[in-house]
């Protein structure tokens, strides 16, 4: 079965670069997505197809991909900023549909 | 504005069923497709089934293939899981989202946007 390797946790103290990675072998083909999930809260899609922005969503975030791996890069990290980030994405085919293990954001 | 309610949720026995609803608003109901998203306490996300916009296709995870049933009634701007034999490893959160993204040349592209707030569910006995 496909899967989407991420780091456990990310730290970083604010005003801070805050990089999450995502790797995955269909990456190189496939689109990553990456949600945004506050504690007890449901997610929220901070970037989508690799590197756009939904509205809304602060231009710290942004999204990048090279290869087998997709990063989410979140300039000049705010406290508010903590929370759980999933990447999603499918296998080369489109027909398994896998998020990453999630990475946890601190901003301390 | 898009909304997404889950409701349904509780606690089942172990081998017993539930259905989840799925109630939508703020938005052209038909023209989207629907997804059922799980998370078991404290773990990741793990996507669950996919129905299209008119009802007429419908995909599941391995996991819940064979048990869980999705369905929708776009009179009601409903989504349903009917979920059967469940097991403990089926205790979570279950969201559902509503289905953006496009197709073009290159193929078709799809994220979930917006979400619910999640409905709990309990296996045990």
């Known amino acids: 079965s496909y899967e989407l390797t991420q780091p456990p946790s990310v730290s970083v103290s604010p005003g801070q670069t805050a990089r999450i990675t995502c790797s995955g072998d269909a990456l190189p083909k496939k689109y990553a997505y990456w949600y945004q999930q506050r504690s007890g809260q449901a997610p929220v899609l901070v970037i989508y197809d690799d590197s756009k922005r939904p509205s809304g969503i602060p231009e710290r975030f942004s999204g990048s991909s090279s290869g087998t791996m997709a990063t989410l890069t979140i300039s000049g990290a705010q406290v508010d900023d903590e929370a759980d980030y999933y990447c999603y994405s499918t296998d080369s085919s489109g027909k398994e549909r896998v998020f990453g293990g999630g990475t946890k954001l601190t901003v301390l | 504005q898009v909304q997404l309610v889950e409701s349904g949720g509780g606690v089942v026995q172990p081998g017993r069923s539930l259905r989840l609803s799925c109630a939508a608003s703020?938005?052209?109901?038909?023209?989207?497709?629907v997804h059922w998203v799980r998370q078991a306490p404290g773990k990741g996300l793990e996507w669950a089934a996919l129905i299209s916009d008119d009802g007429t296709k419908k995909y599941y995870a391995d996991s819940v293939k064979g048990r869980f049933t999705i369905s929708r009634d776009n009179s009601k701007n409903m989504v349903y899981l009917q979920m059967n034999s469940m097991t403990a490893e089926d205790t979570a959160v279950y969201y559902c989202?509503?289905?953006?993204?496009?197709?073009?040349?290159?193929?078709?592209?799809?994220?979930?946007?917006?979400w619910g707030r999640g409905t709990l569910v309990t296996v045990s006995s």
């Open positions: 989202a509503r289905e953006g993204g496009y197709c073009n040349s290159a193929g078709c592209y799809s994220w979930f946007d917006p």
């Open positions: 703020g938005f052209t109901f038909s023209n989207y497709a």
